[in-house]
């Protein structure tokens, strides 16, 4: 029996990922050992990491001046890795604030450059997306986070600009279509929409590379990995293979179109509920919601707990809000059946009429 | 079926590890999550990450001033993580250089500050660990590799210093019983003794950190992460649960003193092997061989290829040398059965007679 798994990530995986990695604990393709104990340099695993890496490229349509690669640290580790490689200590670095994320972003860029932080929605607790800003002609880059995981707001547009944009998509990648082309640099931790928790995926044009000064550690600079296939030490070798895994399944799905329509149906299945009974309340900017994030309180708040252990008997799982913004966050990764938001809909229907 | 797999690592782990793994990965602890569904601030995923940590300070013994990390991206990422929080620019670093792992550390800690190679077993082609060298006093610290996968050999005292006392001990760490409480920092990769890839063992005294100048990012300083209790961001979920469930079964063997006598044993059984028979020869001085890497050569190189394939027949997996050293590599880790080492010799014995 499966729970109703709306965790913000690490979260719900497909069931065919799963399984399919339970067997290749025990043995791995028929070699007579585990996923966990072949070799990274030999030729099976080599297979994974390829497939893993072309299928990112596939799925998200990357034109040829893009390289993928697998890195280990999550989005944390690219907030500093993405500066020290591209910003020089001379240079300027653009951040729109959408929330605590971007926040921790921008404080470690200012370790190696200027950065304009050109748009916040700070002052409504972060509760839409910034519309408007001027980005500096001279910046080295534009970054933004695409979705704002703890208060459910997302980038419905890409911004226009001449200087290179660089995204953390962690928290949405590859679940609506996008021209990923107009990027220069794309990341994501693996634990959300393309696997589990252990590896980062970094999408970023060669052409953006060899431009600062200072000299970069081996393991942070985006070079080394490139020249070395992903491979320059020890890769997440587990983490790779469920990723690999975790996108096969998406191409099986129809790839991100198809799951987008599917994203964009749970979604209005959820906002609705939220929308038309009188106990909840969203608490984002209509036009700004996240399709993977749903946040929403209750009118009145001493009923939270209530509904809580209503739908722990529900077997739903991971809704309550982060501590920033309260009330509750209902997370629809690509993996989570439609059937998951309906129970979720149901429960809220039925405790609302119970307390009418 | 299972192969002798006498990889270099990632490789072999105990079979009791992968099945409770292969579980997990279908339903962790009767939650209805997988382990890479459950998100890691649950009281599940704590508890793992607790009892990982515990494991490493009760296993080794360390004491109170220590603090166990458990970490991404490898030894590599701690060759430039060590002396970005240890060496300040104006400062020393003491190294021994004993192969390419040394040497890698020694390249990143020169990006920080002085870096003095006391000793180096280069010009003999690695094949044996310096003896005789001066530590200079005001050195911040003086960093070794315990053993040295690549050349098979393995430090069997520790240095007597003053200075604080580094140690890569990827690769034979918990292997035998030591004072780790002489040393000041001790890194490995997972992926040999404690678990699989895709997580980093840092014990660290506490004492040793806040002594540098420069502004470290948040997910490189050593002190964010002991003030987050090792959950700094998303830690690698998967990789950390593997090891506390290595740790688990090294306690249950009896701990490191049992596993030492086992890893003696199997290591006795090769060498003597190597020695008694004509057609291979040892590579490393003797009172410096490794006991988890074992580094051979035929005295006819000829001969290399068909003793490769004739192993293949009798299921021997990953025993070719590096390409650095050459032969043959026979890699006996804590989870390699003593029963795997039987096979290997009476495939070399066999062989030999075979040519006789």
């Not at 932080?117 to 997306?129: C, G, L, P």
Request: hydrophobic letters at 40%.
């Amino acid at each position: 029996m499966k729970v109703h798994n709306f965790n913000a990530g690490p979260s719900v995986l497909p069931n065919e990922v799963l399984y399919k990695a339970s067997k290749a604990l025990i043995d791995f393709e028929g070699s007579g050992m585990s996923i966990l104990e072949i070799g990274h340099r030999t030729a099976p695993f080599i297979a994974v990491m390829e497939e893993a890496r072309s299928l990112v490229k596939e799925l998200m349509q990357l034109d040829d001046d893009f390289e993928v690669l697998y890195l280990q640290g999550g989005a944390t580790m690219q907030f500093m890795q993405v500066p020290m490689n591209l910003l020089d200590n001379s240079g300027t670095a653009a951040y729109v604030d959408t929330g605590v994320w971007s926040n921790k972003a921008i404080k470690e860029a200012k370790l190696f450059g200027y950065v304009d932080v050109v748009a916040s929605s700070k002052e409504s607790n972060y509760n839409h997306i910034p519309k408007q800003f001027t980005i500096p002609p001279q910046a080295s880059y534009l970054h933004i986070t695409t979705n704002n995981t703890i208060y459910g707001t997302q980038w419905q547009m890409t911004p226009v600009t001449d200087v290179p944009l660089i995204a953390d998509m962690s928290s949405d990648i590859m679940s609506r279509s996008m021209d990923f082309n107009k990027y220069s640099l794309i990341y994501a931790g693996a634990q959300k929409n393309m696997g589990a928790a252990g590896a980062t995926m970094v999408a970023i044009r060669k052409s953006m590379l060899g431009k600062v000064t200072r000299k970069i550690p081996s393991i942070l600079d985006y070079k080394n990995h490139i020249e070395n296939g992903s491979m320059l030490n020890t890769p997440p070798v587990f983490a790779v293979y469920i990723s690999m895994l975790t996108l096969r399944w998406l191409k099986e799905q129809g790839g991100v179109s198809a799951i987008e329509q599917l994203n964009d149906k749970k979604a209005a299945l959820l906002y609705d509920e939220i929308d038309h009974n009188p106990l909840f309340r969203g608490t984002v900017v209509k036009e700004d919601r996240s399709k993977m994030n749903a946040c929403f309180v209750m009118d009145k708040p001493e009923m939270e707990e209530e509904f809580l252990k209503f739908c722990k008997k529900e077997d739903i799982v991971g809704i309550k809000g982060h501590r920033l913004s309260g009330g509750f966050r209902v997370s629809m990764y690509n993996a989570l059946p439609y059937e998951s938001v309906e129970v979720m809909v149901e429960a809220m229907k039925y405790f609302s009429l119970k307390k009418a």
